[in-house]
């Protein structure tokens, strides 16, 4: 899953850019933002996910590339390292390949079923929508700020 999240400039960090040595602030601003809101990101997405050993929860990584023409920073999971990760956020039919069944155990009870349908957790949508309702916006004004005094 893929987040964008925009951010629109102040007045004040519009003026900054047109100042000799503005655009290197600003740039160092924008990258402590975005990591400071991937964190965020990270946090709320830990705090939504499903809990049962903890592996989910701690797969959930940051990943920043930056470069001279684009900043950005993931907030996401390996579905390499955790191939049920998916299915965890999108809901899903989990369906026997190699037996006629699936066989699997709750609670001490041992149940044996063709197929299983999982619900969807949305604990990346929700830390998304989070951060997406004025959430980032006010972590980068923050960190801009704080380099612009």
Request: glycine share 10%.
């Amino acid at each position: 899953m893929t987040i964008r999240v925009n951010y629109k400039f102040s007045e004040g960090v519009r003026k900054l850019l047109l100042q000799e040595g503005g655009q290197k602030l600003v740039k160092q601003g924008v990258r402590d933002g975005l990591r400071a809101g991937a964190f965020k990101g990270q946090e709320l997405a830990k705090g939504f996910a499903p809990y049962k050993s903890g592996t989910l929860r701690r797969s959930i990584m940051i990943k920043e590339d930056f470069s001279e023409s684009v900043d950005i920073v993931y907030v996401g999971i390996d579905g390499k390292l955790i191939p049920y990760a998916q299915i965890q956020e999108e809901g899903g039919v989990i369906v026997a390949k190699n037996k006629p069944n699936l066989k699997f155990k709750i609670n001490g009870q041992w149940f044996s079923k063709k197929s299983v349908t999982i619900k969807p957790k949305r604990y990346m949508a929700k830390a998304y929508s989070a951060l997406k309702n004025g959430v980032f916006q006010k972590i980068m004004d923050s960190e801009i700020s704080r380099l612009i005094q």
